[in-house]
Nanobody, 120 residues
């Protein structure tokens, strides 16, 4: 089994920054796709950013130029640096990793969610 543990959420003023991290641990070999999703109250979960094992990235239009996704393959960790935060960025943020388990099987895993609130 594999667990994803997120950290870094909190309350920040508009224009501020936060850095989210998500570390995978357990019976795993490597991760392919890693990403961050978010879900605001009353809305469906949406993709914020994703990064592949070769470093290819893509972002939602609403965060392009403000957020940066990165990964540390040795630590099975994905980060999301969020700058110039806006109130509309307020949501619960979930990390995602496509993990190859020690059994050789590929499985999708999700973090428990971390709340980001942007408010003055």
């Amino acid at each position: 089994q594999v667990q994803l543990v997120e950290s870094g959420g909190g309350l920040v003023q508009p224009g501020g920054s936060l850095r989210l991290s998500c570390a995978a641990s357990g019976s795993m070999l490597t991760s392919n796709r890693m990403g961050w999703y978010r879900q605001a109250p009353g809305k469906t979960r949406e993709l914020v950013a994703q990064i592949m094992s070769d470093g290819w990235t893509n972002y939602a239009g609403s965060v392009k130029g403000r957020f940066t996704i990165s990964r540390d393959n040795a630590k099975h960790t994905v980060h999301l640096q969020m700058n110039s935060l806006k109130p509309e960025d307020t949501a619960v943020y979930y990390c995602y990793q496509q993990v190859r388990e020690t059994s050789g099987r590929w499985e999708d895993y999700w973090g428990q969610g971390t709340r980001v609130t942007v408010s003055s």
